[in-house]
């Protein structure tokens, strides 16, 4: 299967499909029941303004290429996406904030992305050499995969009815993440030689990306004392990005496998991260509930 087709005509449908089917569990009610615009404001803030901040600190702090370079901070400016929102449930976090949250983001990544990634581009010398992100065209495509099948997949809920969908969306959410999953793998596997080796300043930089702006959510969200569900939701979604963005921004319009590869990696490798955190949090959740039933005993005797 060729790269070329793989990146410029696949992913961008595949990643369309696993927008529409995130579309398909939204309802207006999610973003009602988020009630909280200071929740909203601060992950938003987060995740659109501190998170390329921090990625641009790591650029300079260390020696990464130019092209590697730029792919991290390509990641920086992506929104969440269906996996941050799965995590945000696996964790118990507050899932109507994830899902907003997210929302949002795809609202507004397709206009600021093009915008802030063609002064990256600027800034590391890489336009001279003739990269470019045309604006408008960019923002086009990127509403194409991102805001246009979320909201279609709003309307198909509207339009199916609860019966329908009950039956018909747990078969989509597993087509089209086999089929995200089987995308990804074959990027992997067509770009093998290209990446960058376990043991390299690209994966350094990749697990500090997830695991700083992972922590730096969670402890300005603790700080300003959010319930523990929208510290949770938060810490998610500043650190989980939509590495299918990523990758379609640099495979398919910008056309530089070499500033794929570092989302190509912050999908894989942010999975580490993110589990090891999940785990954290459910076995705290357990000691808490053991300890909660141990004093309930002794206050009954």
């Given amino acids: ?12 449908w595949v990643l369309a499909g696993v927008m529409m089917t995130m579309g398909l569990n939204l309802t207006a009610t999610d973003f009602a029941r988020t009630c909280y615009p200071r929740h909203i404001v601060l992950g938003t803030s987060l995740q659109i303004l501190v998170l390329p901040l921090l990625a641009w600190g790591l650029v300079a702090l260390l020696p990464l290429p130019p092209l590697a370079a730029a792919g991290l901070l390509l990641v920086s400016l ?6 941050s929102n799965m995590f945000s449930y696996l964790v118990q976090g507050d899932l109507a904030l994830s899902v907003s949250l997210t929302a949002i983001a795809a609202v507004i990544t397709p206009f600021t992305l093009p915008l802030i990634m063609g002064w990256n581009l600027e800034f590391l010398g890489l336009s001279s050499a003739g990269l470019s992100l045309p604006y408008w065209p960019t923002v086009g495509q990127l509403l194409l995969v991102t805001l246009v099948p979320v909201l279609t997949g709003m309307l ?6 609860a019966v329908i969908l009950t039956w018909l969306l747990p078969k989509i959410k597993v087509l089209t ?17 290209r990446l960058p080796s376990l043991l390299s300043i690209e994966t350094l930089a990749v697990l500090l990306l997830c695991v700083l702006s992972m922590t730096l959510g969670h402890q300005v969200a603790r700080r300003l004392q959010l319930p523990n569900t929208s510290v949770r939701a938060i810490t998610v979604e500043v650190g989980v990005q939509n590495a299918g963005v990523a990758m379609m921004v640099a495979f398919a319009l910008l056309q530089q496998p070499g500033i794929g590869l570092v989302p190509l990696l912050y999908g894989l490798l942010m999975n580490v991260p993110v589990f090891l955190w999940m785990f954290t949090c459910l076995w705290r959740d357990r000691l808490q509930t053991g300890r909660s039933t141990i004093l309930m005993k002794r206050a009954s005797k």
């Fill in 1 to 12: 299967m060729s790269p070329d087709w793989l990146s410029q005509v696949l992913l961008p």
């Fill in 177 to 193: 993440g086999v089929a995200m999953i089987g995308v990804v793998a074959a990027l992997f596997i067509s770009h093998a030689q």
């Fill in 78 to 83: 992506v929104p969440g996406g269906a996996t």
């Fill in 156 to 161: 198909l809920r509207r339009l199916l009815g």
